[in-house]
């Protein structure tokens, strides 16, 4: 993901995403990205071919957000937890597609399986902390569930906005069908009058207040409905005190901002990323300390550490006589899976075919944000104070990314 323009106010940014994986996927991702209102445009093949790296990618696209709701490294983690959720498997036994199609309620709901549909539940809300608080994760997790159990056509969710206060977010599964025809059954009206008398909406209330709406689309193999309105009824039982949490707790934060906003004098669309988000998301990304180093490798670890960066997150490679089989093309952005890079002393021959440094020197749009530690001679040294000004270079330059500077 790169940064190709921003608007001269700061307020909007457009972001170059590219994916690796069939085009069922890429279809996928899109209409995730639509739910959540961003707006997503295809990327002309002429286009793509103009990025050095693309040959590295399968498909790529062009997203317009606003830079107070998403900062970069917030997005890109957002997307990655996303796709990370693509080989998980929603149906919760291999035998449940044969069993729902005898329409045995026994057979479905017995107590392994409100045990086993717990743990989906439980893993669904794992993911929501893991990922900034991101309900729209969340519920696609739980719709997924509703979609593969119950060989549903379409599954959708309504969810309440903290601002206008209506059921203004919208979320369906699978993603590539036609928002169109999920809107008009949603619609707050619709669903007595809709075409599709197979429909099937459920409320999501909790402490008298109204959150949500499921909506289901039944297809040809799905259940009875009375199995269908068993299957809803325990899984909003079981989240109805969820949803109203994460609601609760972002109209706090609203408000918090609003106030914060008012005695700054200035608009909420135009604050800054919070040092608080900037924190939570630093430990999320992973450095590469690449060279000899005249310290130890907990010394290295606990200096980066000390910047904010997650321990577990560090990777040092500092013994000289391995260095030469260090790969140098995973470098490259297309390939790293590393954020940020701090480079010592390393061999001018290295696997990878070309001489690192002279390349970060030359063409440093091709990777990450890195810096090459050396002491007030210049000589490439990492020693405990070297690495201290390297990582406060790192982390202004990794900071500007997260702020969408166009590279």
Sequence with gaps: MTCLERSSDGRDATLA??????????????????????????????????????????????????????????LRSFINSYTNTWDEDSLLRETMSKELRTCDENKVFDDKFFVELSRKIDHCEDLYYQESSSISLFMNGILKIFNNNLELNWAAARIKDIQKGNLRYLCHVPTTIIRKEIIKYCASDSNSNCDNKNIIAKPIDFNGEHLADVIVCPGPYSPRKNVINKFLDFVIMHIDDFVYGDIIHKRRIFKLEAEIAELKNQQI????????????????????????AHASNNNIINTCHNFGFDKNKIDVHSDYDKLQHFDTNNLLKSR???????????PHSMQGGFNLIKSLK???????????VCEKNQHLKITK????????????KIDKIDEYDVE
Excluded at 269 to 292: M, S, T
Excluded at 362 to 372: H, K, L, Q, S, W
């Design 17 to 74: 995403v590219f994916l690796k994986g069939n085009k069922q996927n890429f279809e996928d991702l899109m209409g995730f990205l639509e739910n959540q209102n961003i707006n997503v445009e295809e990327m002309p093949e002429i286009e793509m071919k103009k990025t050095p790296d693309f040959a590295y990618f399968d498909e790529g696209f062009k997203i317009n957000i606003q830079t107070n709701r998403w900062s970069f490294y917030e």
């Design 269 to 292: 669309f135009v604050r800054p990323v919070e040092e608080e988000r900037k924190e939570v998301v630093k430990k999320k990304l992973r450095l590469l300390i690449l060279g000899a």
């Design 336 to 346: 790293t899976h590393y954020d940020g890079l701090v480079i010592g002393p390393i």
């Design 362 to 372: 030359e063409e440093p749009e091709r990777y990450p944000p890195f810096v090459i």
């Design 385 to 396: 104070s070297s690495l201290t000004n390297a990582m406060r270079e790192l982390v202004e």
